[in-house]
């Protein structure tokens, strides 16, 4: 989807959708994929650094406690 993201065309998407994914999940994970591509290549130009093991372990139980909105 990155890569070659004109590439792509509605038959391309079928599969998905003969198992069961709807046009807004589809739509939901396009978009996913769009911004983990933006902030991947957001975090590579500005030398942002990766969280520590330990960030991701508090962020991990605060997220199963509290959600994304806590």
Same mark, same amino acid.
């Given at each position: 989807?990155?890569?070659?993201?004109?590439?792509?065309?509605?038959? #391309?998407?079928?599969?998905?959708?003969?198992a069961?994914?709807?046009?807004?999940?589809?739509? #939901?994970?396009?978009? &996913?994929?769009?911004? /983990?591509? /933006?902030?991947n &290549?957001w975090?590579?130009?500005?030398? &942002?650094h #990766?969280?520590?093991?330990? %960030?991701?372990?508090? *962020? %991990?139980?605060?997220?199963?406690?509290? %959600?994304? *909105? %806590?």
């Open positions: 989807m990155n890569r070659e993201s004109t590439q792509i065309r509605r038959d #391309d998407l079928d599969p998905a959708r003969a069961g994914w709807t046009d807004e999940a589809l739509y #939901d994970a396009i978009t &996913v994929c769009a911004l /983990f591509n /933006f902030y &290549v975090i590579d130009a500005t030398g &942002v #990766d969280l520590p093991a330990a %960030g991701y372990e508090a *962020s %991990g139980k605060r997220l199963a406690t509290q %959600g994304y *909105s %806590g």
